[in-house]
C-alpha cells in the first residue's frame, strides 16, 4: 500500500491528480490522505476505491456529490477532525 497525500490546502476534484503528492489520484491499493493544513474542500463526484481514507485535518471537508461513492477496502480514519468533516449531497427534496 502507498499513502497518497493530497498536497494542497486549496479545494478541488478527488479525480484531479494534479492535486495529489506523486500526480496521480488514490487507486484500490492505496492510502487517500486528506491531512494538508488549512480549509478546503476535496470534492467527489464519481465512484472510486481506495484502501483506506484518511481525513486528518479540521479544516478539510470531504465532499460525496449526488450518486458518488468511496468503496474502501480497509478503514475510515478520521484524526483530527472534531466534528468528523464528511458532507453528503442530500438528494432533491430530502
Known sequence: MTA?????PVSGNFNDGDDWG????????????I??????????NTTEAVQSL??????????LQRYADLNLGSSLILGNCSPPRLAPAMAAGA
Open 4 to 8: 497518497i497525500h493530497w498536497i494542497e
Open 35 to 44: 491531512d494538508a493544513l488549512g480549509t478546503y474542500k476535496v470534492t467527489l
Open 22 to 33: 506523486g500526480g496521480g489520484v488514490p487507486g484500490a491499493g492505496d492510502d487517500a490522505v
Open 54 to 63: 484518511i481525513l486528518d485535518d479540521a479544516g478539510a471537508t470531504l465532499f
